[in-house]
Nanobody, 119 residues
């Protein structure tokens, strides 16, 4: 079992920055990749960024390329999402997720943290 807990969300003005953190606990050795997703009111959950524990392979959604940076600290079982140049469109609940080794499916999810960007 893997538990994920996000932190760092809050209210920020457009153009500002926020850093989200995700703490993974439990059987973290069984996980392969960590991802960030977000869901705005009335919209479907969408992919934001992902990083693998081994190799650090990173992918970003086009909407956040150049503005967001995902990183991880393997020793601490932590993953981060540095969000810069925030836009009102970035307002959403941000979720941390983990996939198990051998699958691309994200099996574990955190409770989410709200990020609100004011114009």
């Amino acid at each position: 079992q893997v538990q994920l807990e996000e932190s760092g969300g809050g209210l920020v003005q457009a153009g500002g920055s926020v850093r989200l953190a995700c703490a993974a606990s439990g059987r973290t050795s069984s996980t392969y990749a960590m991802g960030w997703f977000r869901q705005a009111p009335g919209k479907e959950r969408e992919f934001v960024a992902r990083v693998t524990w081994s190799g650090g392979n990173i992918y970003y959604a086009d909407s956040v390329k150049g503005r967001f940076t995902i990183s991880r600290d393997n020793a601490k079982n932590m993953v981060y999402l540095q969000m810069n140049s925030l836009k009102p469109e970035d307002t959403a609940v941000y979720y941390c997720a983990a996939s198990r080794k051998g699958t691309i499916i994200y099996d574990y999810w955190g409770q989410g943290t709200q990020v609100t960007v004011s114009s």
